[in-house]
């Protein structure tokens, strides 16, 4: 079974511009959940979508969001990048039953703001 | 709110000596615990993960962990430790919520000497 795919995976963008990261679940999975990884601050929950309505969002401003489409297929926006947006970004599914189901990682986008 | 520390940045392990990398948690109720490893330039794979019962599970790899509630620690163990486990581990807990969200340690690098 192929497992989380992640693309781009790297990105190097200017401040003020925006960026759009996808994210293909496993087969059969319907939770997508997002994950920002930086040095600092390690890593930080985003928010989590389900038969594509959001059920958790982490402590991030509004320039974060995200959305899921009706093949579980998930994207995540960025809007008005900031330099303290550069960090790896991982996309996590699961069967998304509840906190029990595994989650599965993608090898993440690598983004750069410059 | 649930946290979960791990207290060791890094660790360095002879090739073939045992290890042992600790992650601590604080949570009111019964956690639900995994551990995950990251390589280089990859996602996270699922080491192990504690629910209920035994206290003591296996995953893969030849690693195990110890769940000691008097402690809130879920220590993770490997007898003899291989050129290839180099890698930043991390400790994170998944609370009892319809939905899945993990919290995650700060990672512990470990590095293996020959």
């Known amino acids: 079974k192929a497992g989380v795919t992640q693309t781009p995976r790297y990105l190097i963008k200017t401040r003020g511009q925006q960026v759009t990261l996808s994210c293909s679940p496993i087969?059969?999975?319907?939770?997508v959940s997002w994950y920002q990884q930086t040095p600092g601050q390690g890593l930080q929950f985003l928010f989590e979508?389900?038969?594509?309505?959001?059920?958790n969002k982490g402590n991030f401003p509004g320039r974060f969001s995200g959305r899921q489409f009706s093949n579980s297929r998930s994207e995540m926006n960025v809007s008005t990048l900031e330099l303290g947006d550069s960090a790896l970004y991982l996309c996590?599914?699961?069967?998304?039953?509840?906190?029990?189901?595994?989650?599965?990682f993608g090898p993440g986008t690598r983004l750069t703001v410059l | 709110a649930q946290s979960v520390t791990q207290p060791d940045i890094h660790i360095t392990v002879s090739e073939g000596a045992s290890l042992e990398l600790r992650c601590n948690y604080s949570y009111g109720a019964t956690p639900y615990l995994f551990w995950y490893v990251q390589s280089p330039g990859q996602g996270l794979q699922l080491l192990l993960k504690y629910f209920s019962g035994d206290t003591l599970v296996q995953g893969i790899k030849g690693f195990e962990a110890e769940f000691k509630r008097s402690q809130s620690s879920f220590n993770l163990r490997k007898p003899s430790v291989h050129w290839s486990d180099a890698a930043e581990y991390f400790c994170a807990v998944a609370v009892n919520s319809g939905y899945s969200t993990l919290t995650f340690g700060k990672g512990t690098m470990l590095l293996v000497s020959p």
């Open positions: 087969s059969g999975h319907r939770s």
């Open positions: 979508y389900f038969s594509e309505t959001q059920r």
């Open positions: 996590a599914s699961s069967l998304g039953r509840d906190f029990t189901d595994t989650q599965y």
